[in-house]
């Protein structure tokens, strides 16, 4: 009988142990409508600049960038360890799509990847990212781009006032001709 408890005991830990490591392996479990709506941003600036500014982001955060193309708008980092995923240990990393919609408006979508150890190595744990991680990502990158938006609209007011100024004493230099 003690036996047969011991066997049940230890069938039931492999079941278990099952079911965690299948909830935990997809790439995401949520909805792609969720997904959509927190993974993406549109910033009202060239593409250039907002690329420039994901760039800064990221490495301002610790992020190793290994590949970074500016012609298909691809960065992508390095895994950097994340000694609170999961009150544990793991790993993160970013995976970012910047495109231009327009002269200036560019899109970013971001995905972030987690990795938690595991005994058989590492394990994919990306369904435990939620909304905030997200939410700092583009917080931070929504400062830099507001910050830049700022500096383009005082040099357009400090070139159009120069422009201003500059007609001005060409008016008067004709007037006294």
Do not use: H
């Amino acid at each position: 009988m003690r036996v047969l408890r011991i066997l049940s005991l230890a069938g039931l830990l492999v079941v278990l142990g099952a079911y965690r490591d299948s909830a935990f392996s997809s790439q995401t479990t949520w909805p792609a409508s969720y997904r959509q709506k927190i993974a993406n941003r549109t910033y009202e600036l060239g593409y250039k600049d907002v690329f420039k500014v994901v760039q800064l982001v990221t490495t301002d955060n610790g992020y190793p960038i290994v590949v970074s193309n500016k012609e298909t708008g691809i960065i992508i980092t390095d895994y950097k360890s994340a000694d609170t995923v999961m009150a544990g240990r793991g790993k993160i990393k970013l995976d970012y799509l910047v495109t231009s919609v327009d002269e200036n408006t560019t899109k970013v979508n971001l995905y972030i990847r987690c990795e938690v150890p595991t005994q058989y190595g590492s394990e994919s744990a990306d369904s435990f990212v939620d909304e905030d991680s997200y939410r700092s990502v583009f917080d931070a990158i929504t400062k830099k781009v507001d910050v830049m938006i700022a500096a383009n609209q005082q040099k357009k007011a400090e070139d159009k006032k120069r422009l201003l100024e500059e007609e001005k004493r060409n008016k008067l230099q004709s007037a006294k001709d």
